[in-house]
Each structure stands twice: as C-alpha cells, then as structure tokens.
C-alpha cells in the first residue's frame, strides 16, 4: 500500500517569509495529492488536491506542485503570518475506491 | 449545515468497560471512516463504509467494531477498552471533488483509557 512520509520536525519561519513543507509518497505514483491544516484541539480540515497531470495548483497564499519524477509534492505559503501556525498534513489515495493515506504531518511555527 | 459531529468530546474509560462513539454529518455524503490519531503515527484509517449498508476493515481494525446506522450515522464501538485503544478519535465524510476525494472530519473525541 502507500505510504506518505512528511517532516517529522517542526518548521519555524520568520512572519512575511515562505514557508515549504515536503511530502514524499514511498510507492507507485497516486492519482491526486492532498493536503490540509490540523489546529490543536481540532480534526484537519482540506485545503487543496493536485492531479497527478498537474503541476502547480494556487489558491490565494497557498501553492502546491506535484513531481512524480521525484515522488515529491511540495506546499507553499507565500508571505506567511501567525495565524498559519498549525500542522499540514499530507494525504493520497490508498489503493483503490475512496480511502486515504496520511502523513504524519509536520507542524509549522510562524513567529512575528 | 453542522457538518461532521462527533460525541462524546471527551471520555477516561477503565481497562475493560465498552463504549461507543457516535458520529453523524448532515452533507448527504456516501463514504464515512473512523480514524485514530496518536502522536508521530499521523491518522491511522479503523474502519470505513463506502456506502450506507457496508463497512470494511482498515488498517488498524484490531478491537473495535462499526455500525452504519443509516445514511447520516456511522458509531464506533469499543467493546473493552484497553490502554492501546488511548487515543484521539475522528469520524471523517467524503465527496468526490476535483478528481479526487475530499474528506470532511469531525472535531474528535479524546478518549483515555486507564
């Protein structure tokens, strides 16, 4: 089956920098990646999905990219403030039908 | 629309008593899952039901058991609890949305179990 390996270490950036977090998945290459922000306290909640024949998707601060050479995606947060502190997690189909794979997650830590 | 909710928030349980979590989500999806959460292992799936009248096991099953009591509703069981089973719970919905499946979760229930 997949396996999804994150960051295990928190990243501490600086507020108005760019924060980048990595998502390596272990096996054949998935369809879509996911990914979504986990607060304390509180069940993760989606942010954004790239198709495997995409290469970049935006949304507002947010850009992920998708590199099935590397087996790698990647999540931007251009200008980052405090209030993006949490932990990203990552997530893929799990074989087939409608079940994920989860990374681990890696926290995020954006000091002003 | 309440989304995905989950009872109880909290519970301390002792080795041995059964309880179940109870999870409803008002979105009309299909799919829902159980899923633990336990520090460094990231969301492990328990059990999932594609569909109302169906559940299947998923990767940490062992202990635990699952009703899809309609379409709306989907509880976990324990049936005793064992100090493993200490943990943070979510029930999860999902849809088919951009090629791919978009899961919506629930607040969680912190279960510990002494």
């Known amino acids: 089956s997949q396996k999804i390996e994150q960051n295990s270490e928190a990243l501490n950036i600086q507020e108005g920098k760019t924060a980048t977090l990595t998502c390596n998945y272990t096996?054949?290459?998935?369809?879509?990646l996911q990914w979504y922000r986990q607060d304390p306290g509180r069940g993760p909640v989606f942010l954004l999905l790239?198709?495997?024949?995409?290469k970049e998707k935006r949304k507002e601060r947010l850009k992920v990219t998708f590199d099935t050479t590397l087996k790698q995606s990647l999540f931007h947060i251009t200008a980052s403030q405090p209030a993006d502190s949490a932990t990203y997690l990552c997530a893929t189909e799990d074989g087939y039908g409608n079940k994920l794979v989860f990374g681990a997650g890696t926290i995020l830590r954006v000091k002003s | 629309n309440a989304g995905v909710t989950q009872t109880p928030k909290f519970q301390v349980l002792k080795t041995g008593q059964s309880m179940t979590l109870q999870c409803a989500q008002d979105m009309n999806h299909n799919s829902m899952y159980w899923y633990r959460q336990d520090p460094g292992m990231g969301l492990r799936l328990i059990y999932y039901?594609?569909?109302?009248?169906?559940?299947d096991k998923g990767e940490v099953p062992n202990g635990y058991n699952v009703s899809r009591l309609n379409k709306r509703e989907f509880s976990l069981r324990l049936e005793s609890a064992a100090p493993s089973q200490t943990s943070v719970y979510f029930c999860?919905?999902?849809?088919?949305?951009?090629?791919?499946?978009?899961?919506?979760f629930g607040p969680g229930t912190r279960l510990t179990v002494t």
């Open positions: 999860a919905s999902t849809v088919r949305e951009g090629g791919g499946y978009e899961q919506y």
């Open positions: 039901s594609a569909s109302e009248g169906t559940t």
């Open positions: 790239i198709r495997e024949n995409e």
């Open positions: 096996n054949y290459s998935p369809a879509y």
